[in-house]
């Protein structure tokens, strides 16, 4: 830091200076009823020779020190659906995230989740053939603001893990066992499908919500662990969504959407209804 702001020290000093040179020549070479022509040059001269002398001061740094923050301030990123503001503090019931536990009170407990992840899940009566086991801020309460979480996800024989996004975080996934066919899909307008065969010991990466799947087409059982980058990363499954919100979305609407007949969307509607 102190190198560049010598440096831009000097570069400002050396730009008044030619400035001053410039102004005292042009003034000998003018008529005096002339001069009124060099008040816009003046202007630039003064213009660098405050600067010069405000980064002389210890002044100029601490208004940067002042002006810094403000420059990369943003708004928090969501860590649930949505956290609206209360009026009073009788209605406040939820934070962004988790409230803290006292440190003093804190244990390795909280930093310890024991759900015997090695051993496989039974998939059979899943819809999808598979089974997700997260670990994440609400069974491990020590990942409170530290923007990480974990899952496990079974797959029986065809099993799959539907196309679904995470609004709060990006997936890093590797295979443990099995064969999976995995990809997603870019935003409008391109929708562009990136999509990988992975074996055991290979590893794919989904960004943060996009719409993503991944599907066993080996002939047994698959097993993958997955890192996302939010203590909740929060899971939207597009059909479960689409055709199973409470309450339902308006047939019609989504028949234009998909361009398919009324009929059809409410029967998937009837198949997703909780």
Do not use: W
């Not at 599907?215 to 059982?221: E, H, L, Q, R, V």
């Amino acid at each position: 830091f102190d190198l560049q702001y010598t440096r831009t020290c000097s570069t400002f000093k050396l730009i008044y200076k030619l400035s001053s040179m410039s102004h005292r020549f042009l003034i000998s070479r003018f008529k005096a009823n002339s001069r009124n022509k060099l008040k816009p040059f003046l202007f630039f001269k003064n213009f660098f020779k405050l600067i010069y002398m405000a980064m002389k001061s210890l002044s100029f740094l601490a208004i940067l020190s002042l002006l810094a923050p403000l420059a990369i301030a943003s708004d928090p990123s969501p860590l649930q659906d949505f956290c609206v503001s209360a009026n009073t503090s009788a209605n406040g019931v939820f934070v962004n995230g988790k409230f803290c536990k006292d440190p003093k009170l804190v244990t390795a407990d909280d930093f310890f989740f024991s759900d015997q992840l090695h051993k496989p899940r039974n998939t059979e009566s899943s819809p999808v053939r598979s089974v997700v086991t997260a670990v994440n801020v609400n069974n491990l309460l020590g990942l409170n603001t530290l923007g990480i979480s974990l899952v496990r996800i079974d797959y029986g024989v065809d099993g799959q893990n539907p196309p679904h996004t995470h609004p709060r975080a990006t997936e890093i996934l590797i295979v443990a066992e099995g064969t999976l066919l995995v990809g997603f899909v870019t935003s409008n307008t391109d929708n562009r499908l990136f999509t990988k065969t992975l074996n055991v010991g290979d590893v794919f990466v989904f960004p943060e919500g996009l719409i993503h799947f991944q599907a066993n087409i080996g002939k047994s059982p698959a097993v993958a662990f997955a890192a996302l980058s939010s203590q909740n990363p929060g899971v939207v499954t597009i059909a479960n969504t689409v055709f199973g919100s409470n309450p339902p979305i308006d047939p019609s609407i989504l028949a234009r959407a998909f361009q398919l007949d009324g009929r059809i969307v409410m029967d998937l509607q009837n198949k997703f209804k909780k």
